[in-house]
């Protein structure tokens, strides 16, 4: 399977995955958390689906010719997904705190994705 192909079907997983959260923030969370838990755990939700337009965008990117950086940006998009909305998700439904301590490990994977998807996009490979 091509990168760009990964990239989109892991966008769309994570997109499906995203929504799920929201819907069981909404329906099964808000009657058993309090508000500023609910708020964390759909904030979680909310990060998450953004990253995954941004790894089908890298993916479409990818298809035309980008490169190694747009591989990379990809690649901080889902480990940020995965740590920052992961450890939201996860301080939200246990209510243990620490967790909220890794969330900035995620936030930095997300702007250091972002820095180098705009990367990407001027090296030669994405010029074709």
């Given at each position: ?77 889902i480990l940020g997904s995965i740590i920052f ?20 490990i995620g936030g930095i994977c997300f702007i ?17």
């Amino acid at each position: 399977m091509n990168a760009d192909r990964i990239m989109i079907t892991v966008g769309a997983v994570s997109a499906m995955v995203a929504v799920g959260a929201g819907a069981f923030g909404a329906h099964f969370l808000r009657d058993r958390l309090s508000e500023d838990l609910v708020t964390v755990f759909e904030t979680g939700a909310r990060y998450q689906m953004y990253h995954a337009f941004a790894l089908v965008l890298v993916g479409m990117i990818m298809s035309r010719g980008a490169g190694a950086p747009a591989i990379w940006a990809g690649w901080l998009f889902i480990l940020g997904s995965i740590i920052f909305s992961g450890s939201l998700y996860a301080l939200a439904i246990t209510g243990t705190r620490w967790w909220g301590a890794i969330t900035p490990i995620g936030g930095i994977c997300f702007i250091t994705g972002w820095a180098v998807f705009a990367w990407s996009i001027w090296t030669p490979e994405a010029t074709h």
